[in-house]
């Protein structure tokens, strides 16, 4: 069993701003797909054009809203 198996049930969604800032834990996105390396790159790609042109990022965390 993995750490996220013991722990992961016990945790709510969104995490409490403390979660995100401890010295001894990783936070890592939980992610439903293995995307290609394609699929990687032209996401990459997609937030450095955004950013290019004055945009934000694709997918980014809101720590207002704790996720």
Do not use: C, F
């Not at 016990?10 to 995100?20: D, I, Q, R, V, Y």
């Not at 439903?32 to 290019?52: C, E, F, M, Y």
Request: no cysteine; charged share 15%.
């Amino acid at each position: 069993m993995t750490i996220a198996g013991l722990i992961g049930p016990k945790l709510s969604a969104p995490l409490a701003l403390n979660h995100w800032h401890h010295p001894k834990v990783t936070v890592m996105p939980h992610v439903a797909r293995r995307p290609t390396v394609d699929q990687l790159v032209t996401g990459v790609a997609a937030n450095i054009r955004s950013l290019k042109s004055g945009g934000r990022l694709l997918q980014e965390v809101d720590v207002t809203r704790g996720y």
